[in-house]
């Protein structure tokens, strides 16, 4: 399987702009979209981002994606208290087992 | 707005079979521009990718490594829905388990069922 890292956690006050990292390879981020998601705890994760850059309507634009290489991120500007989630990147791989590759996850707490 | 509802036993007991079904509303288990997918999530293995259907002039199934020899994902077009069968079940597999919509063209989940939590215990 492809190891997609991400920091396990992350931190920021109200109003801050904060960044969520994804690392991957050639097999996958390189070569593939990156989508987002965010999980609230007891639910599904929910689609924050797709294609690399782009939101679903309905997605704050506070929520921006970017991709260079074999690494993307995730930025949320002004934060807010219901930002206060588990975050997760994922990318397809073309690996010799191809697959959907999930980073582990971040989680934000909003100080 | 597609919308998925799944439906199985929410306990299972070691070396059985683990079936789930997720009935979808608002689109066609044969639609040619998504795949159906199976990912499960549990505190030690994260989100974990299962398996996938899907139809491009015929149907294809695709099987992560690690469940590949005991997974089964099927569509069942008279329903319009799709299965997940893991059979063998160990602890091992207890877990939240979820069904997805896969967007072919952008390639992401744009749409997640519930979740279901199945615990394998005696």
């Known amino acids: 399987q492809s190891v997609v890292t991400q920091p396990p956690s992350a931190s920021g006050t109200p109003g801050q702009r904060v960044t969520i990292s994804c690392s991957g390879s050639?097999?996958?981020?390189?070569?593939?979209?990156v989508s987002w998601y965010q999980q609230l705890p007891g639910a599904a994760p929910k689609l924050l981002i797709y294609?690399?850059?782009l939101r679903p309507s309905g997605v704050p634009d506070r929520f921006s994606g970017s991709k260079s290489g074999t690494s993307a991120s995730l930025a949320i500007s002004g934060l807010q208290s219901e930002d206060e989630a588990t975050y997760y990147c994922?990318?397809?791989?073309?690996?010799?087992?191809?697959?959907?590759?999930f980073g582990g996850g971040t989680t934000l707490t909003v100080l | 707005q597609v919308q998925l509802q799944q439906s199985g036993p929410g306990l299972v007991e070691p070396s059985q079979t683990l079936s789930l079904t997720c009935a979808i509303s608002?689109?066609?288990?044969?639609?040619?521009?998504?795949?159906w997918s199976w990912i499960r999530q549990s505190p030690s293995r994260g989100l974990e990718w299962l398996g996938r259907?899907?139809?491009?002039?015929?149907?294809?199934?695709e099987y992560a490594a690690s469940v590949r020899s005991r997974l089964s994902v099927r569509p069942d077009t008279s329903k319009n829905h799709f299965s997940l069968q893991l059979n063998s079940v160990t602890a091992e597999d207890t877990a939240v388990y979820y069904c997805?919509?896969?967007?072919?063209?952008?390639?992401?989940?744009?749409?997640w069922g519930q979740g279901t939590l199945v615990t394998v215990s005696p």
């Open positions: 997805a919509r896969w967007t072919h063209a952008e390639s992401f989940f744009d749409t």
């Open positions: 608002g689109d066609s288990v044969s639609t040619d521009d998504a795949a």
């Open positions: 259907a899907y139809y491009r002039s015929r149907w294809h199934v």
């Open positions: 050639s097999s996958d981020i390189e070569k593939n979209f």
């Open positions: 294609a690399n850059d």
């Open positions: 994922a990318s397809w791989s073309d690996s010799l087992n191809p697959h959907v590759a």
